[in-house]
Structures are given as structure tokens and as C-alpha cells.
């Protein structure tokens, strides 16, 4: 069984920044894509931002220029520095590696976290 846990979610006024990571836990070969969503409250989750195995990067239009994601393959992790804050911003964030291979099974699967809240003060 892989499991994922995010940290790093907090309050923040506007114009600050926090970093979140996600670690996934299991025996673990390999991970395709790894991402973040979120979800603001009364909205539908989005796309923050993913990061492929080699390195390929996408943004939400709302974050580029402000976030960054990236992944440490040997630890299984990925992280997303967000900077220059906006109350806009505020959601619960949702770490997902999606296309897992398991040490046990060939099967590609998709995960998610459990989601850590993310509030910034304007």
C-alpha cells in the first residue's frame, strides 16, 4: 500500500510564502507524474501544478511566475514553493503521484493525499 502525506500548509498573509511537500510512502519503484491541486472552499479542485519523470513542468495560468514544484525521485517527495501569496490562493492543497508502480505490482496507479489548508490573510 502507498501512502501519501503532505506538511507544510499554515496561515500566511499576502505577499509571504510557504513550502509544502508530499511524501509517499511503500515500496515504491517508480512515479510517473507527481502534482499538486487544490480546492477552494464552495469550488472544484484544480490543477496547481505536476511535474513528470523527466522533468516536465505545467502551471495553473493563476501561479506561474510564483510557484515551483519539484520532485526528489530517490525520497519519493515533491514540493511546492509558493511565493508572493495572494488571498486567492487560499485552499486545501492536494499532493497526487499518479502512475505508481508498487515493488509488488506492475499495475500503474494513482494516489492522492489527504490535503493540508493553506490560508492567506489579505
Known amino acids: 500500500q502507498v501512502y501519501l502525506v503532505e506538511s507544510g500548509g499554515g496561515l500566511v498573509q499576502a505577499g509571504g510564502s510557504l513550502r509544502l511537500s508530499c511524501a509517499a510512502s511503500g515500496a515504491i519503484r517508480s512515479i510517473n507524474l507527481m502534482g499538486w491541486y487544490r480546492q477552494a472552499s464552495g469550488k472544484q479542485r484544480e490543477l496547481v501544478a505536476t511535474?513528470?519523470?523527466?522533468?516536465?513542468?505545467n502551471y495553473a495560468d493563476s501561479v506561474k511566475g510564483r510557484f515551483i514544484i519539484s520532485r526528489d525521485n530517490a525520497k519519493n517527495t515533491v514540493s511546492l514553493q509558493m511565493n508572493s501569496l495572494e488571498a486567492e490562493d487560499t485552499a486545501v492543497y492536494y499532493c497526487?503521484?499518479?502512475?505508481?508502480?508498487?515493488?509488488?505490482?506492475?499495475?500503474?496507479?494513482?494516489?492522492w493525499g489527504k490535503g493540508t489548508l493553506v490560508t492567506v490573510s489579505s
Open positions: 497526487r503521484m499518479n502512475g505508481v508502480i508498487t515493488m509488488s505490482s506492475y499495475s500503474r496507479n494513482d494516489y
Open positions: 511535474i513528470t519523470g523527466r522533468n516536465e513542468l
